[in-house]
């Protein structure tokens, strides 16, 4: 690029500065050097709103194109194409690169799509080459891989679909060990959301029967949803490494890759040549600048014709006969094989991914390859159960057996022979979507509920989560509780009133009496400024007090303390508790009004509990208004000191203690004592009462 130049005459001006001391000095400044800060902010103050005007041409063509007025659409990206040439601006030249293949994906011109997605695909992958820590860069990236992919399995191509979603997942989850970098500039230049990227592969992957490299990507996907939800989610070197590609993939991604490393040669150069400014090119530059172009579009030219040639039918035909039978090495799935199999108890991880037309299972056994079983039930169908069975739990006058059966038969009867294979005693849970709203718990196989047979403990993602962290060798307390008085919240443009929780101090005083070094903190003593600092003094946070899960934002989820005060899910990240080992809220409430979302609250709070450092959460799915929480935190709390039993175990013995109405001795004389009715007593086996609390995290 030519330098471009500046002619003035040197001329000297004088500014009089009245220094603090009363001195009048003077100071030459050089008017030429004052030209050039004034081009340089001209020229700022230009390309700023070149910025704009992309961003603006690029919205109004998206809409242009959602009417179906492609014509038009195409000239407004064009003119988005020149401007981001003019000013230099890779990234919104590779977004228009984006929008244009979208454009022509639209009409079924798919020819002209890949060629346009191919050169968003080189300028994204020269920009992330100079990345020293992944970021931006390998994001807008990855979405190209994720609309050639999206593009791919329109045409029918779902094994070449699923080598370029792999790209798109690996980038990102480079990226997200710097997570800031996805609060970055976005354009809408993507066919597919990431985390319908994600789902795409997990669907791809198990309608192949690729178990293995499937449960990889199930994981993934809770990951992507907490970062949608929350932002800036921090991952680690499991996460990092994305998922793996088979043998028979590496091929294409060498003949990928040599295809980008030479388009991007030519790519440099025409950049260089096109930051001359068009007046001022020379011939041979004008000449060169035609030559790099037809070069360029020849070698994509020619990864396009080797997408649809008979080398890539025949590697495709390869994956289809080998990538569902190999053994892949994948470290993360060793990983938690290993994890599982140090577990006190026989453990296997299951993961269920609810699809349009299906829900996948996935079991993950300490000593076998994964399984997978497909069950045929639509989200619709699946979505109105969970609903019915939802609100059944919550009404103990109603029918509660029969959707609990259902869910059954979907979710546990596919797996049920493979659990008798593994013996398993504790299945390690990591729910998706509306599943989120139920306890696995309280399924139902038409002799006993689920609860009897399993221990059941929920994870947000087992990349995310250390399976096999011990307890810490003494217990101690600290109970708060919210018992009287009233709080009016305002929530999502909802005006809520919670009271204080009758039970709330007899369950306190229950714990103290079970636990003898415990801290009570009660009603107005129990604020966020004196309870948050003491926290990480204790191995046991117990909480007796309104939470609430709420479909919306992070900042609309809140636990409620003694004295008004609230802390939002986010807020809750800034605790720090690497000392706690558990953190119980025994009054929470998810689903409120009734409204299911797709659970991202719960996974969020699993998540945010688990980022303070502290090991695993107890909470609620709904709230249990009366003596029903009480007996069971007793139980529980009586059978978690003898350091016989982990968490998960202790819990799954006191929910069975009230199904079968043999509470412990000392909690039978506490319930005397307070006065616990004898309707209510009767009535615990009603999986309202013992069904809601969940442990999410570390079960030992």
């Known amino acids: 690029m030519y330098p471009r130049k500046f002619y003035f005459h040197l001329v000297t001006a004088t500014v009089l500065i009245v220094a603090g001391s009363g001195i009048v000095v003077t100071t030459p400044i050089s008017v030429a050097k004052k030209t050039n800060i004034n081009n340089q902010n001209a020229e700022n103050t230009k390309t700023a709103t070149s910025i704009q005007d992309v961003v603006r041409l690029h919205q109004e063509a998206i809409a242009l194109s959602r009417q179906s007025k492609f014509q038009q659409a195409q000239q407004k990206l064009q003119t988005a194409l020149s401007i981001s040439r003019e000013i230099g601006d890779l990234s919104l030249e590779a977004a228009t690169f984006n929008n244009i293949g979208r454009v022509y994906q639209q009409q079924g011109q798919n020819s002209q799509a890949l060629k346009s997605y191919l050169q968003a695909l080189v300028i994204n992958k020269e920009l992330s080459l100079k990345e020293k820590t992944p970021g931006q860069a390998h994001i807008a990236l990855g979405k190209t891989y994720s609309n050639l992919g999206y593009l791919l399995s329109t045409q029918n191509q779902p094994e070449l679909a699923i080598f370029f979603y792999k790209h798109c997942v690996n980038n990102r989850e480079k ?131 080797f997408i649809d040639s008979p080398d890539v039918k025949a590697q495709v035909e390869e994956i289809n006969r080998t990538a569902r039978r190999q053994n892949l090495d994948l470290e993360s799935l060793n990983q938690i094989r290993d994890n599982l199999s140090q577990l006190p108890e026989k453990s296997v991880l299951v993961y269920p991914l609810v699809l349009k037309d299906s829900l996948e299972l996935v079991l993950v056994t300490p000593d076998s ?17 969970i609903l019915a069975f939802r609100r059944a739990l919550e009404n103990p006058s109603l029918d509660v057996k029969k959707p609990a059966r259902q869910l059954y038969n979907w979710l546990i009867k596919p797996l049920e022979n493979d659990f008798k294979q593994a013996n398993v005693k504790t299945i390690v849970y990591a729910p998706d979507g509306q599943l989120r709203y139920i306890p696995l718990a309280a399924l139902y196989d038409g002799k006993q509920w689920l609860i009897q047979r399993f221990g059941i403990n929920h994870i947000t993602a087992a990349s995310l989560t250390n399976f096999n962290s011990p307890p810490p060798s003494a217990m101690r307390v600290l109970a708060a509780a919210f018992t009287k008085g009233s709080y009016e919240v305002k929530v999502a443009n909802r005006q809520l009133t919670f009271s204080g929780l009758p039970f709330a ?196």
Not at 265 to 274: F, I, N, P
Not at 369 to 385: E, F, G, M
Not at 559 to 571: E, K, V, W
Not at 589 to 604: A, H, M, Q, W
Request: proline share 5%; with cysteine.
């Open 175 to 305: 990226v997200r060990l710097n997570p800031t970098a996805f609060s970055g500039r976005k354009l809408d230049a993507y066919t597919l959301t990431v985390a319908q990227t994600y789902r795409a592969l997990g669907e791809g992957l198990l309608r192949s029967d690729r178990v293995e490299e499937g449960q990889r990507i199930m994981d993934l996907i809770k990951v992507e949803e907490l970062e949608e939800y929350l932002n800036n989610v921090q991952g680690n070197q499991r996460t990092a490494k994305g998922i793996e590609l088979a043998p028979a993939e590496k091929p294409i991604k060498q003949k990928l890759d040599k295809t980008l490393d030479s388009a991007i040669v030519l790519g440099k150069e025409l950049t260089k040549l096109r930051q001359i400014p068009p007046q001022q090119r020379l011939p041979q530059q004008k000449q060169r600048i035609q030559q790099l172009v037809k070069n360029q579009q020849q070698i994509l030219e020619e990864f396009n014709n």
């Open 505 to 700: 101090a007899r369950e306190v005083e229950s714990l103290a009496a079970t636990v003898p070094d415990t801290k009570k903190i009660l009603d107005d003593a129990f604020s966020l400024d004196t309870t948050v600092p003491q926290m990480d003094d204790y191995t046991i946070v117990h909480l007796a007090t309104h939470a609430a899960f709420i479909v919306g934002k992070p900042e609309d989820s809140f636990i409620l303390f003694g004295n008004g005060d609230r802390a939002t899910l986010r807020d809750v990240a800034t605790w720090s508790l690497p000392r706690v080992d558990l953190v119980v809220l025994s009054a929470c409430e998810t689903g409120l009004g009734g409204k299911l979302g797709n659970g991202e609250e719960i996974l969020g709070f699993g998540y945010q509990i688990q980022k303070t450092g502290a090991k695993s959460a107890i909470a609620s799915l709904w709230t249990v208004d009366d003596g029903g929480t009480q007996a069971l935190m007793s139980a529980f709390y009586t059978l978690l000191p003898s350091g016989k039993l982990t968490k998960v175990e202790a819990l799954r013995q006191a929910q069975i203690a009230l199904i079968t109405g043999k509470l412990p001795a000392i909690v039978q004389q506490q319930s005397r004592n307070n006065q616990l009715s004898a309707a209510i007593e009767a009535n615990l086996n009603h999986p309202y009462y013992w069904a809601p609390f969940i442990l999410i995290g570390n079960g030992l």
């Open 369 to 385: 390859p994964p399984i997978r079983r497909s069950v045929a039930v639509n989200q619709d169908k699946l979505n109105q159960t």
